[in-house]
Nanobody, 115 residues
Framework: QVRLVESGGGLVQAGGSLRLSCAAS????????MGWYRQAPGKQREMVAM???????YYADSVKGRFTISRDNTKNTAELQMNSLKLEDTAVYYC?????????WGQGTKVTVSS
């Protein structure tokens, strides 16, 4: 079992920055990849960024160059630095952890970008 707790969401003006954090607990040694997903109202959940245990990272085209994912395996944390935020980045952001073929999810943290 892996438990994920996100923090760092909030309200920010367009063009601003936010940093999301995800703390993992439980069977953290079994975690392979960690990632961030988001779900906007009326839309499906989508992958934003992910990072493997080896440090390789992947991004959705919509956030490339603006968001950076990082991971600290010693602290069992993953973070998402979000810069140059746009209105369309408004969503609930979820931390995810992959353990073999199973994905654990956090409860989500809301990010609202205002004009």
């Amino acid at each position: 079992q892996v438990r994920l707790v996100e923090s760092g969401g909030g309200l920010v003006q367009a063009g601003g920055s936010l940093r999301l954090s995800c703390a993992a607990s439980g069977s953290t040694l079994s975690i392979n990849s960690m990632g961030w997903y988001r779900q906007a109202p009326g839309k499906q959940r989508e992958m934003v960024a992910m990072i493997t245990s080896g440090g390789s990272s992947y991004y959705a085209d919509s956030v490339k160059g603006r968001f950076t994912i990082s991971r600290d395996n010693t602290k069992n944390t993953a973070e998402l630095q979000m810069n140059s935020l746009k209105l369309e980045d408004t969503a609930v952001y979820y931390c995810a952890a992959g353990v073999r073929s199973y994905t654990y999810w956090g409860q989500g943290t809301k990010v609202t970008v205002s004009s």
